[in-house]
């Protein structure tokens, strides 16, 4: 559901990574009265190799070049004039255009202009359509998509909405067209990268925009209070919206893009500055929300991945294989979820089910074809394995090989009895060997970046390969937290990123600073709700997330600090108990996972690496105040006090990933005795932890637990010497 406000103001920081890329494909194009802009380059390498040696808008998505869903959308909603800028590979995309249907010299041809407009010097969208305002192609409103286009929706009601909106104020510049996705999740919806967009509720106008990504080091959204103060009364923050960046535009959007140098990205940059700086420029921005119909853009391989299955799921009706886009396809379709078009073969006892394949390809005896796309002239072997593949034109899989998930590029090889894993991507007449097992996610090219024929890599590949494994320079200058990382591959995973915004990436707890954050991910970017991504709700369950995360955070901050006292550390964690409401137990648990994780770290080359003992006690003792802190603001009671505070250190250790458990259990162990020596826990409230059934309910707690047995033994001897003392005393 939405989330609204009422003359709200306090959000969230931002992340740090965009959605787009500096370098987006544009086409432009006109509908009655309004000119339409395609960018038909992208200036990104989210589909490198491929695109070193191809455009984007001329790969293949189920076996028709992208451009032609964009300009077929075009087609539908009556468009009259399309100008494509292009890029890199400029000259393939013009040969193309002309070859085809789409040409202007072609009776076929639905629009009255199609223009390439060739821009060599630019880098970005952004400098795109400065040279489109300097070029003054058009002197009215005009259309903004881009040659990854696929969709099926009708802009007549976003059309007639936008020319309403502007012929009321001439300042209302700009009108997105966003899809909403609903509640429940499904593939179309972005990964790795969430948009937010602040909606008004009443009038649909944008009222901020943003991005989260759950590999960057914030995880909120900051929003003017005086945005919602003076522009509306009720607003939605969206996160489920999916966003094909379809924008309906004045030509002062184009001035502004001149007048901003410095902007490169439509959305990171430009709509979040625009909205930004509303008072200044004045200028109004609209989302037109659809509830139905197929948007979506093949920006990058996870969603080229997921459009391809919409297609041949027919979500994307009419742009389907069976409705044979292209001139001289026959594709029909036939039981198990086949389309298959004239000419195909495959062997009566291959087993293929819920796949796509081309004219004059053939598939050998034995052979299992599942969830794939094979294009045209290929040859499957026998006994050969696709899974979840996308196998384009004249590509040869000789018998035995198998691959899962992978993309193999027109004219590769791969030889008998190899095996291509998830998540490779196998480029354009590649060459792989006999008997050979590829790495998983593979990336294997026959040229490098440059487009240079590269050094076989005959090790990895076998004697007869003409390809290596594809470097690209600009990996290594990507920042750890750009979220372009998640979005690189055909797989979405998080596996290799760290989360934890403390240096110590193995720490968390049931109420840790990074299980908060981890929420807030699964929270802020689940497809399946519009998420509460601001400290505008008054979720109970958020207000503690927030409060966590900031105060455990600033008291790290204050425990690594080189000098000073703990004082100006007390006097901010105080502030943001009051200003949060948090409870004791929520006080407790925070300052808990503060020291343990602290005391963790110490433990690790990093910052030591000292003994259990040493840590603890550096932990509690190296900052002037911390001690009376703990035993003040941490514990700050008696017994169930105490016991709730040792149960905080326990689960805030519990969770320590990549480490040794017993030596953690040291840790507690040490913890426990240094409180114990400081007179901030005493000995009831230590054994009657002990004797708490929670001290072993979850995984890993037991093992903690007995690691402390030897000081709970001292303590319970201890008692009982006492005890005899005492009596001894009484005689």
Not at 101 to 121: G, H, K
Not at 257 to 276: A, I, Q, T
Not at 705 to 723: G, S, T
Request: hydrophobic residues 40%; negative net charge; proline residues 4%.
């Amino acid at each position: 559901m939405s989330h609204k406000g009422k003359n709200s103001a306090k959000g969230a920081k931002s992340s740090k990574g965009s959605a787009e890329s500096k370098s987006e494909e544009v086409l432009q194009a006109v509908v009655p009265h309004f000119c339409f802009q395609v960018l038909a380059d992208s200036f990104q390498d989210r589909f490198r190799p491929f695109t070193t040696e191809k455009p984007r808008c001329l790969l293949p998505l189920a076996n028709v070049p992208l451009i032609e869903y964009t300009l077929e959308f075009l087609a539908m909603n009556g468009v009259n004039e399309v100008y494509i800028y292009c890029g890199a590979h400029t000259e393939q995309v013009e040969e193309y255009i002309n070859y085809s249907r789409w040409s202007p010299a072609s009776r076929t041809c639905p629009f009255s202009v199609l223009q390439f407009v060739r821009v060599s010097d630019a880098r970005s969208v952004g400098d795109v359509l400065r040279d489109m305002d300097k070029r003054s192609l058009v002197d009215g409103d005009f259309i903004l998509v881009h040659g990854d286009l696929v969709s099926n929706v009708m802009l007549g009601g976003a059309l007639a909405a936008h020319r309403k909106r502007r012929e009321a104020n001439a300042a209302n510049i700009m009108t997105m067209v966003l899809r909403s996705g609903g509640q429940e999740a499904h593939r179309t919806k972005t990964n790795g990268i969430t948009p937010i967009f602040v909606v008004d509720s009443k009038t649909q106008r944008c009222l901020h925009y943003d991005e989260m990504s759950p590999i960057s080091s914030d995880h909120w959204v900051s929003l003017d209070p005086t945005i919602v103060d003076e522009l509306s009364t009720e607003f939605e923050i969206r996160a489920d919206l999916i966003d094909a960046q379809i924008d309906i535009c004045t030509p002062e959007v184009l001035a502004l893009w001149s007048e901003s140098f410095d902007y490169e990205l439509p959305r990171r940059n430009f709509l979040h500055g625009v909205l930004k700086d509303w008072e200044l420029n004045g200028k109004a921005i609209y989302a037109e929300i659809l509830d139905e119909g197929y948007v979506a853009r093949a920006s990058n391989l996870q969603m080229y991945d997921a459009i391809s299955h919409d297609v041949l799921s027919r979500w994307t009706y009419p742009f389907i294989p069976e409705c044979n886009l292209l001139p001289g396809q026959t594709y029909q379709r036939q039981i198990n979820g086949l389309v298959v078009e004239n000419g195909a073969f495959h062997a009566n006892d291959a087993k293929i089910s819920n796949s796509t394949i081309g004219k004059d390809s053939t598939i050998g005896s034995g052979s299992k074809v599942s969830n794939s796309f094979i294009g045209r002239d290929c040859k499957i072997g026998a006994n050969v394995v696709l899974e979840d593949c996308f196998i384009w034109n004249d590509v040869t899989i000789e018998d035995g090989a198998r691959i899962s998930r992978s993309i193999v590029a027109d004219s590769a090889i791969i030889a008998k009895n190899s095996t291509v894993p998830p998540g490779s991507l196998i480029s354009f007449g590649v060459k792989i060997g006999e008997d050979t097992s590829l790495p998983k996610n593979a990336i294997i090219s026959s040229v490098s970046v440059d487009g240079a024929p590269v050094t076989p890599d005959t090790n990895l590949l076998g004697a007869a390969t003409n390809a290596a494994p594809f470097f690209d320079p600009e990996d290594e200058e990507v920042d750890e937290e750009d979220p372009a990382l998640l979005q690189k591959s055909l797989i979405y995973s998080l596996a290799q990123f760290n989360f934890s915004t403390s240096s110590v990436s193995t720490l968390s707890s049931e109420v840790s600073e990074d299980s908060f954050d981890e929420g807030a991910h699964h929270m802020d970017a689940d497809a399946s709700t519009r998420s509460r991504l601001s400290s505008f709700a008054s979720d109970e369950a958020e207000e503690k997330m927030s409060f966590h995360h900031d105060a455990v955070h600033g008291l790290l901050d204050a425990l690594r600090a080189e000098s000073g006292d703990f004082d100006s550390a007390k006097l901010e964690f105080m502030g943001l108990r009051l200003a949060q409401d948090a409870s004791d137990a929520m006080m407790r648990r925070a300052v808990a996972t503060a020291f343990a994780r602290r005391a963790a770290e110490l433990l690790t080359p990093e910052y030591g690496p000292l003994e259990p003992a040493k840590a603890a006690e550096k932990a509690l003792t190296a900052r002037k105040g911390a001690t009376k802190f703990v035993d003040e603001v941490g514990v700050g009671g008696g017994e169930p006090e105490q016991v709730e505070f040792i149960l905080a250190l326990q689960k805030a250790l519990v969770h320590v990933k990549g480490s040794d458990q017993s030596r953690v259990g040291v840790l507690l162990a040490a913890l426990l005795q240094q409180l114990y020596a400081l007179d901030i826990l005493e000995e009831d409230g230590i054994l009657a932890w002990w004797q708490d059934e929670r001290a072993i309910d979850g995984e890993g707690m037991g093992v903690l637990k007995e690691k402390c047995r030897p000081l709970v033994e001292w303590l319970e001897n201890a008692e009982e010497e006492d005890d005899d003392e005492d009596d001894s005393d009484d005689e």
